[in-house]
C-alpha cells in the first residue's frame, strides 16, 4: 500500500496556488494512489465555496466548524445558525464532521491578555450541533488540556478528534477516557517533540489518526515551506518506526479508524 495515505485534517483552500499547484497537485496525489484528504472549515459560511471548488475530487471528504477566532466569538449568536443551515444544505455523503472547533488559550490570550468571553460557549453550541445532528466533531485545543476535556465529559453522546495533538501522555490518557481519537501532525517530527513521540506509541492504534494541518506545521525536512497533504507520508513512516509496526499495517489501521469514526473510507 505505498501510497494509500490519508491526510484527515488539511485546509486546502489556503494552500498557496503557486506551491502544489494546487488542483494539479492534489489530483497527482490522487493518481499516485492517495487514498483520500478531510478539508477542514474554519468559518461559518466557507462551505459551499469549498466543496464547489473541490468538486471535481471524489476522494476528498468536508467538515464545517468555528475556529474560535476573536471575530467570530463575537458573532457567535449570529454565526452558530448560518453553521447549520449550511451544513444541511451540504450535498449527501461530501459533509462528515462538525469543526474544527475548540479553545485556543495561546493566540486568544497573546492578542487580548485574557480569555475571550464567549469561547466556551462557540465550542458549546458546535458540540450540541454535532449531538443534534449525529457527527463527529474535530476539536482544536491549544493550552486549554482540562478546559477543554472538561466541556468535552458533558457531552458523551458526541465523538470526535482532537487535532494536531499537543499534549503529553496524561492528556492523552484523559481524553482517550472520553471516547476520542488522538491526531499527530507534522509537529511529531519536531526535534524537541520527544513527548509527543512518547503519546503517539502510548495511544492505542484503533485510536490513532494523523495529518498534515497543511498549510500549516510542515515536517522538519519541509520547515519553512508551506504544508500540502502529500507530506502527510512524513509523519506516516516516523510514526511507524516509533509503533516498530510495518507502514501497510499502520495505514491499514488508519484507514479502518476513517471509516470507524467518521463513517467514510473513501
Known sequence: MPGAFIDTHAHLSLLPRG??????????LFRGGFRGIIDIGTEAEDLSGRI?????????????GIWPSKAS????????PRLEEHI?????????????????????????????????????????????LKLPIIIHSRQSAEETREI????????????????????ARSFLQLGYYL?????LTYKNAQGLREALQFVPLDR????????????????????????VAETYHLA??????????LQAAIIKNVRALFGTCF
Open 19 to 28: 506551491t502544489l499547484p494546487r488542483e494539479a497537485g492534489i489530483a497527482r
Open 52 to 64: 464547489t471548488a473541490f468538486a471535481r475530487f471524489d476522494r476528498i471528504r468536508f467538515s464545517a
Open 73 to 80: 466569538i463575537a458573532e457567535r449568536e449570529r454565526l452558530i
Open 88 to 132: 444541511i444544505a451540504a450535498p449527501q455523503g461530501r459533509l462528515i464532521a462538525i469543526g474544527e472547533c475548540g479553545l485556543d488559550r495561546h493566540h486568544n490570550r497573546q492578542e487580548t491578555g485574557a480569555d475571550l468571553p464567549g469561547e466556551r460557549e462557540l465550542l458549546e453550541r458546535q458540540l450540541d450541533l454535532a449531538q443534534r
Open 152 to 171: 468535552l465529559s458533558r457531552y458523551p453522546e458526541v465523538h470526535g478528534v482532537i487535532h494536531c495533538f499537543s499534549y503529553g501522555i496524561p492528556e
Open 183 to 187: 491526531s499527530f501532525a507534522g509537529t
Open 208 to 231: 490513532l489518526l494523523l495529518e498534515t494541518d497543511a498549510p500549516y506545521l510542515a515536517p522538519q525536512r519541509f520547515r519553512g515551506k508551506p504544508a500540502e497533504p502529500g507530506m
Open 240 to 249: 511507524a518506526a516509533l509503533r516498530e509496526i510495518p507502514l501497510e499495517a
